[in-house]
T-cell receptor, first 112, second 115 residues
């Protein structure tokens, strides 16, 4: 079945640093790809998604491009803030319908 | 208005007890899910219901029994609780599409601690 692999954390950055969180996928065809974010003590919420190859998803200064050549969907942000501290999950559909398989999550901590 | 709500937020109980977690969504979605998140933040789907019908049933002990009285509610009942059941349980909902493009909306989670 479809699966994702994302870089292990934790990732610690200073405020205004550049962020990359790597995500690669294995899939049949070209499924939609998602990034979800979990802020401390909360449930997951959609950060961005791309529904076809070469699409770029973006939200709140974060971006990710669906690259079928490298089977990747890396999350980037040019200048992180303390408020971006959270756990980030890459995900894709697997097994039919809207069933999602999530990566292991990458914890990001941004310090002043 | 809260889109996906769960009760209780915290649940502390003894081994062997039976407990329930309730979930409600006011988004008009047809599909609801239960996920388990372990202490390392690993998230795994347990069940999914589409309009009150069970459509996903992952390899979960049969001590866990979901119940959907209507499409806005999905409850999770756990019998004979074990230490390993300690985790955060998330409810989620989405449209009922089969495209795999639909966003899932998560509740705030229920932290279950089994002593």
């Amino acid at each position: 079945g479809n699966s994702v692999t994302q870089m292990e954390g934790p990732v610690t950055l200073s405020e205004e640093a550049f962020l990359t969180i790597n995500c690669t996928y294995t899939a049949t065809g070209y499924p939609s790809l998602f990034w979800y974010v979990q802020y401390p003590g909360e449930g997951l919420q959609l950060l961005l998604k791309a529904t076809k190859a070469d699409d770029k998803g973006s939200n709140k200064g974060f971006e990710a491009t669906y690259r079928k050549e490298t089977t990747s969907f890396h999350l980037e942000k040019g200048s992180v803030q303390v408020s971006d501290s959270a756990v980030y999950f890459c995900a894709l559909p697997s097994g039919g319908g809207n069933k999602l398989t999530f990566g292991t999550g990458t914890q990001l901590k941004v310090e002043l | 208005d809260t889109a996906v709500s769960q009760t209780p937020k915290y649940l502390v109980t003894q081994m062997g007890n039976d407990k329930s977690i309730k979930c409600e969504q006011n988004l008009g979605h047809d599909t609801m899910y239960w996920y388990k998140q372990d202490s390392k933040k690993f998230l795994k789907i347990m069940f999914s219901y589409n309009n009150k019908e069970l459509i996903i049933n992952e390899t979960v002990p049969n001590r866990f029994s979901p119940k959907s009285p209507d499409k806005a509610h999905l409850n999770l009942h756990i019998n004979s609780l074990e230490l390993g059941d300690s985790a955060v349980y998330f409810c989620a909902s989405s449209l009922a599409g089969t495209s795999g493009k639909d966003t899932q909306y998560f509740g705030p989670g229920t932290r279950l601690t089994v002593l």
